[in-house]
T-cell receptor, first 112, second 115 residues
Framework: SQQGEEDPQALSIQEGENATMNCSYKTSINNLQWYRQNSGRGLVHLILIRSNEREKHSGRLRVTLDTSKKSSSLLITASRAADTASYFCATQGGGSNYKLTFGKGTLLTVNP | DADVTQTPRNRITKTGKRIMLECSQTKGHDRMYWYRQDPGLGLRLIYYSFDVKDINKGEISDGYSVSRQAQAKFSLSLESAIPNQTALYFC??????????????FGPGTRLTVL
């Protein structure tokens, strides 16, 4: 079964606006990762946040993690048309449960 | 050259045929994975291998088999293809790090259609 669930399923914004996507999960994790997928292509890793971290930045990306609420958010600032893609969160458990479990994704459309 | 390659990129086949999808990597990673992606369902893990002698079933392994021929090669077989195996298939590799992080690197995908 899916561990992470992204919200919203689809998001449409104008270029220059910020985009926020959320991910909720059910069980304890070692880390949470965000991936991007351009239409029909392979996923590309964007950023990883460990369970003992609350916020992380990478370029125009900002990720937060609230383990008490079992949720994460991905913020893309100053969006560009090239950011149009599907975004997936993936959780990794600790101990022997170290496979990644992917959510169903958020489709982001950035209109020029 | 791409670090993770998949062949073929597209395949159309008929019900009952045996199909093999191949994955090769030059990243030197021990861990390799096969996923399928269906619209609205995200990625689901079919099989994974943590080294040449360690192969494990994922959440949807029924109807599939795998072979890890070498560290760099991991093949997925559909012994008798059926239409509901029509999907986009991805191979991935990872470099498990101390501290438990496991970032994955994906191939470009194989679009399989079973008629």
């Amino acid at each position: 079964s899916q561990q992470g669930e992204e919200d919203p399923q689809a998001l449409s914004i104008q270029e220059g606006e910020n985009a926020t996507m959320n991910c909720s999960y059910k069980t304890s994790i070692n880390n949470l990762q965000w991936y991007r997928q351009n239409s029909g292509r392979g996923l590309v890793h964007l950023i990883l946040i460990r369970s003992n971290e609350r916020e992380k930045h990478s370029g125009r990306l900002r990720v937060t993690l609230d383990t008490s609420k079992k949720s994460s958010s991905l913020l893309i600032t100053a969006s560009r048309a090239a950011d149009t893609a599907s975004y997936f969160c993936a959780t990794q458990g600790g101990g022997s449960n170290y496979k990644l479990t992917f959510g169903k994704g958020t489709l982001l459309t950035v209109n020029p | 050259d791409a670090d993770v390659t998949q062949t073929p990129r597209n395949r159309i086949t008929k019900t009952g045929k045996r199909i093999m999808l191949e994955c090769s990597q030059t990243k030197g990673h021990d861990r390799m994975y096969w996923y399928r992606q269906d619209p609205g369902l995200g990625l689901r893990l079919i099989y994974y291998s943590f080294d040449v002698k360690d192969i494990n079933k994922g959440e949807i392994s029924d109807g599939y088999s795998v072979s890890r021929q070498a560290q760099a090669k991991f093949s997925l077989s559909l012994e008798s293809a059926i239409p509901n195996q029509t999907a986009l298939y991805f191979c991935a590799t990872s470099d498990y790090r101390a501290g438990g992080t496991d970032t994955q690197y994906f191939g470009p995908g194989t679009r399989l259609t079973v008629l």
